[in-house]
């Protein structure tokens, strides 16, 4: 367990489907193997603990527009119960309409019930999934993804919006390009992370970044469904809280 507890946690996304984003905190992410990623440090398996910082994280929601993202560097799943209820509540008394969770592949079946669950309350939950690229061999023999050969007709039964991650050894224009139309062909929203160095075997590619910031940011950073994070707190959670 690895916890900074000064991260910062709540931010609000103004521009391009506004929304309030919080950083919880949860059991953990069950995968754990993806090669580029190591934000599952970020977690607790003590979840009295983790409930009492998604508490205070949550009583920063105001609902100002009526939508809020949850990230907890895993899966929804990883949530306790009681962190689930005060979401509920949380949207009931804030008029949140439209919640957002992330979801790794294996938890796919577990979808469908908390999209009824949600729903039954006037609640739009929306699932976002890490797929980084719909190139399946790539994918699961240099990331480990742990998706198999899920292609884009599979992963939109259960995803309403994909992460994809670019900037890595390997990458074309041609691959980065064909990875972002074929998340907007069946898919909601897309959020392009451009790969940051981090304690994970997988590098970022200067001449891949360098590429895309040429052929491809210029295209895609007004679409009003494409996210761009250039750096992975650009969505203001996960960096160093401001002294409070
Ligand atoms: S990218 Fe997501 S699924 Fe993969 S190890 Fe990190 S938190 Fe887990």
Redesign the pocket.
């Known amino acids: 367990m690895n916890i900074d507890p000064i991260l910062q946690r709540y931010s609000v996304i103004r521009e391009k489907n506004p929304r309030e984003i919080v950083l919880l905190r949860g059991s953990g ?1 069950r ?4 090669r580029f ?1 190591d ?2 440090t970020d977690f607790s398996k003590d979840s009295a603990e983790n409930y009492r910082l998604n508490h205070s994280v949550l009583a920063q929601v105001t609902g100002k527009y009526h939508a809020l993202e949850v990230i907890n ?2 899966s929804f799943t990883d949530l306790d119960e009681a962190t689930i209820s005060l979401l509920k509540q949380t949207c009931f008394e804030k008029e949140i309409s439209r919640l957002h969770f992330e979801c ?1 592949w294996m938890h796919r079946q577990s979808i469908p019930y908390c999209k009824e669950d949600f729903a039954s309350l006037g609640i739009c939950v929306k699932i976002k999934m ?1 797929v980084e690229t719909f190139h399946t061999l790539f994918r699961e023999s240099y990331l480990d ?1 742990g998706m198999g050969d899920a292609s884009a007709q599979e992963i939109a039964r259960y995803a309403d919006e994909v992460c994809l991650l670019q900037g890595i050894p390997g990458q074309t224009v041609e691959s980065m390009r064909h990875d972002i139309e074929t998340g907007l062909e069946y898919f909601e929203r897309v959020c392009i992370n451009i790969m940051q160095k981090n304690s994970r075997p997988i590098l970022p590619d200067p001449a891949v970044v360098s590429l895309f910031m040429q052929e491809l940011y210029p295209k895609y950073r007004e679409n009003p469904r494409v996210d761009i994070l250039l750096q992975n707190t650009d969505f203001g959670v996960g960096g160093a809280a401001d002294a409070q």
């Open positions: 992410c995968w754990r193997r993806c990623c934000y599952h560097s895993g790794h890490g993804k």
